[in-house]
């Protein structure tokens, strides 16, 4: 039997990169994916994650949401259970992005922006969840942070803010709700090739200080993450609560 055989996920943030994967790696361990995006366009949105899925074989819904949206999270978290059931394992992953800038540059309409996906729309998918979760045998949270969480970026106030919330807020619920037990533990990736890091990658001179930095010899695919990602989700994961696990190419490491 699969690992995640009938177990019900919602990924956030699934319709491209590590969030795709994140879907399509617990889909082929076997579980029933609900995916949440704001990005619904057929062909590269959303609904083609679901139909990936149900090409391999797999049981997939899709909701267009902004998470950031108290209604629209209660929508996204309704429809999971009406189709399928239930709710096993939660995937926060979606998350906005900054632009480049100090705390001085930056404007109160891009923080908020920014912590109003990164942590507050965290916060709505975790509050509605949770009761659903409380019903599951080996309920799982799964966030997904940032090695910007973990260390001082230039440039990145709100996004280095929200991802080290995000850390501590796993803490929390997993001091929180671990006589139940829901498992909560965060995932820190580091720069991984999506295509939202393409334009990184084809900067030659920021490229070559990026492979200074990190101590691999390459950069990260979605694929590292998703699998972390389906461990934690797994029963072999049975005593892992509370921690973050960083995922990096050995970048906070030094």
Not at 19 to 39: E, N, V, W
Not at 50 to 78: C, R
Not at 101 to 128: D, H, Q
């Amino acid at each position: 039997m699969r690992d995640l055989e009938n177990r019900i996920a919602i990924v956030t943030g699934g319709a491209s990169g590590i969030g795709r994967s994140i879907a399509l790696k617990l889909a082929t361990q076997g579980a029933k994916i609900s995916i949440g995006d704001l990005q619904g366009l057929p062909r590269e949105g959303g609904k083609k994650t679901e139909e990936i899925i149900k090409e391999i074989g797999g049981e997939a819904i899709f909701t267009k949401v902004d998470i950031s949206k108290d209604s629209q999270v209660e929508k996204l978290i309704e429809k999971t259970v009406r189709s399928f059931g239930g709710i096993d394992i939660l995937v926060n992953n979606a998350a906005a992005d900054q632009s480049t800038g100090t705390i001085e540059e930056m404007s109160i309409e891009e923080w908020e922006r920014v912590i109003g996906t990164n942590l507050t729309g965290m916060f709505l998918c975790t509050k509605y969840a949770i009761p659903h979760l409380k019903q599951s045998k080996g309920s799982r949270i799964i966030n997904i942070a940032s090695q910007l969480g973990l260390v001082g970026y230039k440039n990145r106030p709100a996004y280095c803010a929200s991802k080290g919330g995000i850390i501590n807020f796993s803490k929390q619920l997993a001091v929180e709700y671990a006589n139940i037990p829901i498992l909560v533990n965060s995932v820190c990736p580091g720069l991984i090739r999506t295509h939202r890091t393409k334009k990184v990658f084809e900067n030659e001179s920021i490229k070559q200080r990026l492979e200074l930095e990190t101590p691999l010899p390459y950069f990260g695919n979605p694929e590292d993450v998703a699998e972390v990602v389906a461990f934690l989700a797994s029963d072999r994961a049975r005593y892992i609560t509370g921690t973050d696990i960083v995922v990096d190419g050995g970048y906070t490491a030094k």
